[in-house]
């Protein structure tokens, strides 16, 4: 079994449009983050949630909207998207006692 | 901005031989992590390192912690194919529990060739 699963793995769509990206995890962990890659392999933080709760907001652009329905779920709503939103959306989670995250594989997003 | 900063960005070693990949961060930290992350692929957790910790091993991994020059090394001995991936440093930091978050590094591209 996937422990952080996201769908879909793919999106090629166009300027303006709107997406969501799903995120699962079934290990049970209390907090979820969303990460994003850019081209040049840089990772930064856009979100964490903790048990539904919005924790850290990473002064993100306000048409990305993350929604955590229960904790085992933490998905990302994108508006109006931009050429600049094209990268690789990475979903977390993290168990309590300062382990390390588990991440999913990837979702890469392209605006054409 | 961005925590850490490693180097080398780019690493080339044949199988056998050791990889030594160096990370430097600027603020407190409550833990420091290495990630490895396979092309096309998500990020594995390797191993944390607590910042009351100056070494700690994993298998074949050995990372040590100088929080005084706010710096870390990651060893790979005894290095194969398999180890070619991009390595990251992450640094957790801030309030502790629920609102710790995690700071990537630049990353080094490890290649090891037959």
């Known amino acids: 079994d996937t422990a952080v699963s996201q769908t879909p793995k793919y999106l090629v769509t166009q300027m303006g449009n709107d997406k969501s990206i799903k995120c699962e995890q079934n290990?049970?962990?209390?907090?979820m983050y969303w990460y994003k890659q850019d081209s040049k392999k840089f990772l930064k933080i856009m979100f964490s949630?903790?048990?539904?709760?919005?924790?850290i907001n990473e002064t993100v652009p306000n048409r990305f909207s993350p929604k955590s329905p229960d904790k085992a779920h933490l998905n990302l709503h994108i508006n109006s998207l931009e050429l600049g939103d094209s990268a690789v959306y990475f979903c977390?989670?993290?168990?309590?006692?300062?382990?390390?995250?588990?991440f999913g594989s990837g979702t890469r997003l392209t605006v054409v | 901005s961005q925590q850490g900063e490693e180097d080398p960005q780019a690493l080339s070693i044949q199988e056998g031989e050791n990889a030594t990949m160096n990370c430097s961060y600027k603020?407190?930290?409550?833990?420091l992590q290495w990630y490895r992350q396979n092309s096309g692929r998500g990020l594995v957790h390797l191993i944390l390192?607590?910042?009351?910790?100056r070494e700690k091993h994993s298998g074949r991994l050995r990372v040590t912690l100088d929080t005084s020059k706010k710096s870390s090394s990651l060893l790979i001995t005894a290095s194969r194919a398999a180890d070619t991936a991009s390595y990251f440093c992450?640094?957790?930091?801030?309030?502790?529990?629920?609102?710790?978050?995690?700071?990537f590094g630049t990353g080094t591209r490890l290649q090891v060739t037959l």
């Open positions: 977390a989670s993290r168990g309590g006692g300062g382990y390390g995250y588990t």
């Open positions: 290990l049970g962990h209390d907090t």
């Open positions: 949630y903790n048990n539904k709760e919005l924790i």
């Open positions: 603020t407190s930290i409550n833990n």
């Open positions: 390192i607590r910042s009351n910790e």
């Open positions: 992450a640094t957790a930091s801030g309030p502790t529990g629920t609102a710790s978050k995690l700071t």
